[in-house]
Structure formats: structure tokens, C-alpha cells
């Protein structure tokens, strides 16, 4: 009996079904296996092990995607944004709007920034010896990890140089303005802090000194040494490298 056009249509139907569903097959073991290879490697090195940025967010991806190739996903992002930095530090809006991908994820990618300064802020915990410029600076830049707007803190410690607590002290430029003083002076009595460092960020990436971060500390300087308190440093912080005043002998004062 010659077969009908609706036989061959269904034949040649469920013969294109049968290589779907062989390729999405093949393609989720190599999925299965490609991610166990990822976190074996992480596992075993960390995240040392993996050289490219796009590998890194591919593991990361996976806690949102748990079956697509988030290869392909992680390249459009990288591509879209440049750096792991600028995907960071984007809001979840922009991700979801440039990228196409889901709420969840655009939350999860705009979290990391975050998560990073809460991990670097909770090892140094309160009695935490800042006596040199570089802890001082090390310590500073974990205060500004995620932020892209101006802030301005004043770090109390007492007199063996333990760590009080970080006072934010200014939101927004620093301008010289004198509510600066008057800030630090009640961030000092409220902490009973008998030194302190000055430390604030440049988001645009400049480490230059202006002029108006040099009249603010001597603002700072002069309105705590009627406290009694000493100003051990003032650290300028973009990204992760910082300058500190006292290194350039600007502020007269040593540890």
C-alpha cells in the first residue's frame, strides 16, 4: 500500500524529533560533564586555576541557569560591559535591558560588588592594630569596595592604634566645607577614639591630591587637636590602590 502524504509527513516528523532530541541529549552530557570539569578544577585550585574572566562567570551562571551552556551567555555579557568590574558594578535594570537575562540573574551579578565589601569589611574586626600606613590603606580600601559615589570616613582607633570603628562622616565631593570638622569631632567623642585616619575614595580613578582634599584635612587636623585627637594619615582610595598623605610626609605626623 503507497504511503500518504500525511505518512511521510509524519515520518519525516518524528525522524527530525529523533536528532533533536539526540542533540539536546549529547548536548546536556557535555553540559553535565563540561560543569563536573569546572568544579573539579575549582575545587582542587580555586579560582587561580582559571586564567579568563568569561570561565569564571560561566560558574557563577551556573547557580542561575542550571541546564543551558552558560559559555555563550557569559561571552554576550563580558562583550556588553567590558570587565567583570563594569558587569559588577551595573545595575540589575542595565543587565536585564543589554543582556536579556533574568531578573534573578541581573540580581545576583550586581550583588558581587556588595558581597565583596561585606567579606573584606568583616576581617578587620574592632581591635584590629592599624600602626602603619599600609594596614591603614589596606584596611581604607575595603571601606570603598562597590562604590561609585563620593564618601568620606573617619577610622577611630585608640591609642595603641586598634581599631574603633569607621565613622562615615561626608556623602558626595569633597569640597572643604566645614561640616567635615564638625563631623569628625563628634565621631571622635562618640567613639572615645584618641587617633584617627582620614580616608576617602575618588571613583572617577584619579589618585592626585587637589586642593581641596589638602585644606579639608587641615580642617580635620586642626579641629581634633583641640580634642586632642591625632589624624595619623589620610588615605585616598580608587579601586584598589590607594595614597596616603603621610607616605608623602604631607601631613607633618608619623606612626
Not at 519525516?12 to 578544577?41: C, I, M, S, V, Y
Not at 541581573?106 to 600602626?131: E, F, I, N, Q
Not at 567635615?180 to 589618585?207: C, D, F, M, Q, W
Request: glycine share 6%.
Amino acid at each position: 500500500m503507497p504511503r500518504t502524504g500525511n505518512t511521510l509527513n509524519k515520518i519525516k516528523f518524528n525522524e527530525l524529533k529523533d536528532k533533536r532530541d539526540k542533540k539536546d541529549k549529547r548536548e546536556q552530557n557535555f553540559n553535565a560533564g563540561h560543569r563536573e570539569r569546572f568544579r573539579q578544577r575549582f575545587l582542587n585550585n580555586g579560582l587561580d586555576d582559571f586564567v579568563e574572566d568569561h570561565e569564571v562567570l560561566e560558574i557563577l551562571l551556573y547557580y542561575c541557569y542550571p541546564r543551558i551552556n552558560t559559555n555563550r551567555l557569559a561571552h554576550k555579557l563580558l562583550y556588553e560591559f567590558g570587565s567583570l568590574y563594569n558587569l559588577f558594578e551595573a545595575m540589575p535594570t542595565e543587565i536585564c535591558e543589554r543582556c536579556g537575562v533574568t531578573p534573578n540573574t541581573a540580581m545576583l551579578l550586581a550583588m558581587m560588588s556588595h558581597l565583596a565589601k561585606r567579606y573584606y569589611k568583616s576581617k578587620w574586626s574592632a581591635g584590629t592594630v592599624l600602626d602603619t600606613s599600609e594596614k591603614a590603606g589596606s584596611y581604607a580600601t575595603s571601606l570603598f569596595i562597590g562604590e561609585v559615589r563620593e564618601f568620606m570616613y573617619l577610622i577611630c582607633m585608640d591609642k595603641k592604634y586598634k581599631l574603633i570603628y569607621p565613622q562615615l562622616i561626608s556623602e558626595g565631593t569633597v569640597d572643604g566645607a566645614s561640616v567635615y570638622p564638625r563631623e569628625a569631632v563628634r565621631a571622635v567623642i562618640r567613639h572615645n577614639a584618641t587617633k584617627v585616619v582620614i580616608a576617602h575614595n575618588h571613583p572617577g580613578g584619579s589618585l592626585n591630591v587637589s586642593d581641596d582634599d589638602i585644606i579639608t584635612t587641615r580642617r580635620i587636623v586642626n579641629a581634633l587637636a583641640l580634642v586632642n585627637t591625632q589624624v595619623c594619615d589620610h588615605i585616598i582610595v580608587t579601586g584598589d590602590m590607594y595614597c596616603s598623605f603621610s607616605e608623602k610626609n604631607m601631613l607633618n605626623l608619623r606612626y
